[in-house]
């Protein structure tokens, strides 16, 4: 993710070495310790042992957060690759595998999270089993998608593993069929960001209609593709905004100009979208209308301070932007999720335990610590001349 | 889809992003919500009612709120006592209580009596300075969300009853039943390590041997009737059109007499003016339960202000326009791959051995 590209240099991946028990990595390691022992509560006692779950709020942070907002984040790999591979932009090539790394990691733990959350996980292969299908059924298709696509990057990111290990022949073979990978690795999460937005039109009259509509698939879509964008901005900004390190100024004024593409179309969409279905009267004294504002403003907001060109040359008002975008982002999913929605035979009320909240915390903090590792040991980042300055990058970039 | 053309100049850029984005935003939009439901190509068409669906009529002025149903329903389904938090003080303390008190549908209550109270709680079946009963039980939708949102076929509907029912050894857990439920029926155990889903399952299994829904079968006023939904529903006509005043015959148990044997029902003079309202008759689709009350139905916390189609038309309408036969995902595939293929040639980094 932190990908310190020199888009002029010839491309070649390096470890960047250094010690791995860092302070970062000990306090996420703590942070993981923790989460691991509330879900061995979980196990034992059953999910009201440790969340605020009810008949009235059944998915809690753990499904809105750690899945629908997890997933998202993971989607740097998919817009690198949709850019790099199928827009044929080689300048991109030295970002992809850091954000297929992460894509990795952030899939690959929203299906951890499935599996915490699952009351019958013991079942959770059902649904790979043809005989249990149920075709209709929207949560079918996230499923099978999510599972596909995180073993397509694990092939996608397993040269990276490959060149480690010197297993050169797997890796030209592999190398000659990538390109059926990285095809699906476009389509998978093209249908499954939709499909999570597809998944709570079922709830009809629970959603309040500031978010209920047709096309939230479309809405999920284009928040997947803003949110890769804007996490690779980020994090690329961050870390040039912390050490000093010459910035990639042309790829993030392209990457920037397209974060404002998408957001325009999102705002665009979502005026018309409320005008069509004559609800934006709710956005004004409606239920959570503050919610819808927030989301909104932070939009707005990210995507004005990129109107001005020279603002997309500079890494604070960059930083700024793709923060407030990722914002606005997490904020619709959770707007969408949890907040704009109320249980139809009520009263019932949610608001995460201290627990649930620590287990979100542990999923995140086991993503950095995977993230530490991974960079530290393999062939991920983008080398660079200096290999000191990166290693210690990447360090204090977590801290 | 979010990605812009390369040849738009910088300059002109922003202002045809706006214009381009705003146009086809404005068309997609209009197409897709604009449309009515029935032109709507988004919208699959709604499910008829099974041949042979049978249910429940509930009328709440006939409850006395004696909640045999609820015990019965305990019984025959060997589900545990609910005691809720409120009622441990004087209920035997946790985790021992001596009554069941169920205050609303859960994982251990399949079937529930709730009241309704307003001002001084005088009068029956009055909205002002009154109270009534509604029953809460799953009201077997024709096209359930619960059916339609299970990924792993553990939520069904029989072709031929209608019944809706639940089988924990397919099921993973997920709770989108109980999130999409537009009643509120479905019910997970938080509080167990191998918690299940629980929903009422009109007692299919008594059915099968010729005998009554335990709550039908105990109830002593035939304030909750079974029959055949069409028979139900002809049934809540002509209670609906019943004045005060009027002397009217009501049945108990099967509405035709045959399952669990006839029964004499009473004959008794109508006190409350019925709501013209037939709660499940149209509420998203039509439900095989029905209920008939005096007072208003919002009152008695039953969502009132749903579509007449149910909500998996709409969800099913999208998918299976994006996915159908999966040409679509097939045909994008195809595009990608070639691309793919194309493009990565281009791509010495993937075709050269490094470090």
Not at chain 1, 245 to 261: D, F, G, I, N, Y
Request: proline content about 7%.
């Amino acid at each position: 993710m932190a990908s310190h590209a020199h888009a002029h240099q010839p491309p070649a991946h390096q470890p960047v070495g250094g010690r791995l028990l860092t302070l970062p990595f000990l306090v996420c390691s703590v942070l993981v310790v923790i989460a691991a022992f509330i879900l061995a509560q979980r196990y034992g006692h059953g999910l009201g042992a440790v969340t605020n779950l009810s008949d009235g709020y059944p998915w809690g942070i753990w499904v809105a957060i750690d899945v629908v907002i997890g997933s998202a984040f993971g989607c740097a790999g998919y817009v690198m690759a949709l850019l790099c591979y199928i827009l044929n932009k080689g300048e991109y090539h030295p970002m992809v595998r850091p954000a297929v790394m992460a894509s990795l990691f952030g899939y690959g733990l929203a299906g951890a999270a499935v599996l915490i959350d699952l009351g019958r996980y013991w079942h959770f292969y059902h649904l790979m089993m043809p005989w249990y299908a149920q075709p209709n059924s929207v949560m079918l298709e996230v499923g099978l998608c999510v599972a596909t696509y995180t073993l397509v990057l694990v092939v996608e990111f397993a040269p990276a593993f490959l060149e480690r290990f010197g297993v050169e022949g797997l890796r030209r073979k592999l190398n000659r069929v990538l390109w059926v990978f990285i095809a699906l690795g476009v389509l998978l999460p093209t249908m499954h960001q939709s499909s999570l937005g597809t998944m709570m039109v079922i709830v009809g009259h629970k959603l309040s209609p500031l978010w209920q509509t047709q096309l939230l698939p479309v809405f999920f879509l284009l928040t997947a593709v803003l949110m890769g964008f804007a996490i690779v901005v980020w994090e690329s900004v961050m870390a040039s905004l912390n050490f000093r390190r010459p910035m990639e100024t042309p790829v993030l004024r392209k990457l920037a100009r397209l974060m404002l593409v998408v957001a325009l179309v999102f705002v665009a969409l979502r005026i018309v979208d409320l005008l069509v279905r004559g609800q934006l009267g709710q956005a004004f004294g409606g239920p959570q209308a503050g919610w819808f504002w927030v989301e909104t403003v932070l939009m707005v907001g990210g995507l004005v301070l990129l109107i001005p060109k020279a603002n997309r040359g500079r890494s604070r008002a960059l930083f700024l932007s793709s923060s407030m975008l990722l914002a606005a982002g997490i904020l619709y999913r959770l707007n969408v999720y949890l907040i704009g929605f109320t249980p139809s035979v009520g009263p019932w009320h949610y608001f995460p335990s201290v627990k649930e909240i620590m287990v979100t915390v542990g999923v995140f903090a086991l993503e950095i610590a995977l993230y530490l590792v991974f960079v530290k040991k393999l062939p991920v980042l983008h080398a660079i001349e200096d290999h000191a300055t990166t290693s210690h990058a990447v360090q204090a970039k977590h801290g | 889809m979010a990605t812009p053309k390369k040849t738009v100049s910088r300059r002109g850029f922003l202002r045809n992003a706006v214009k381009g984005t705003a146009a086809a935003t404005a068309a997609a939009c209009t197409t897709v919500v604009a449309a009515p439901p029935e032109a709507n190509a988004l919208q699959r068409p709604p499910k008829p009612l099974p041949p042979d669906a049978v249910g429940l009529l509930y009328d709440s002025t006939l409850c006395i709120g004696c909640k045999a149903c609820v015990t019965a329903c305990k019984d025959v389904n060997h589900m545990p006592p609910d005691v809720g938090p409120q009622q441990q003080a004087w209920n035997g303390g946790p985790g021992n209580p001596t009554w069941d008190t169920p205050v609303e549908l859960s994982a251990k209550t399949l079937n529930v009596i709730k009241a309704y109270v307003h001002g001084t709680g005088a009068t029956k079946d009055s909205a002002e300075n009154g109270f009534a009963f509604i029953k809460r039980q799953c009201l077997h939708c024709a096209d359930p969300s619960c059916v339609s949102v299970c990924p792993v076929s553990a939520m069904t509907k029989d072709p031929q009853s209608g019944i809706v029912s639940h089988n924990p050894d397919a099921c993973i857990g997920c709770r989108y039943c109980v999130l999409s439920c537009p009643f509120g029926v479905p019910k997970y155990d938080y509080n167990d390590a191998f918690g299940e889903i629980k929903k009422c399952q009109l007692c299919k299994q008594r059915l099968a041997q010729n005998e009554l829904p335990g709550c039908a079968d105990v109830c002593p006023t035939g304030a909750t009737l079974f029959g055949r939904s069409d028979e139900l529903l002809k049934e809540a006509k002509r209670r609906t059109a019943l004045k005060p005043g009027e002397y009217a015959h009501y049945p108990r148990g099967d509405i035709a007499g045959k399952v669990g044997g006839a029964r004499s029902g009473h004959e008794k003079l109508v006190e409350a003016t019925y709501q013209t309202h037939i709660y499940g008759e149209k509420e998203l689709g039509g439900t095989q339960c029905l209920a008939v009350s005096a007072v208003p139905f919002d009152k008695l916390n039953l969502p009132t202000k749903v579509p007449e189609t149910g909500y998996p038309t709409l969800s099913e309408g999208i998918q299976h326009t994006l996915y159908a036969g999966m040409i679509g995902p097939a045909v994008v595939f195809g595009g990608l791959a070639y691309l793919a293929h194309r493009n990565t040639k281009d791509h010495p980094a993937e075709n050269q051995s490094e470090q």
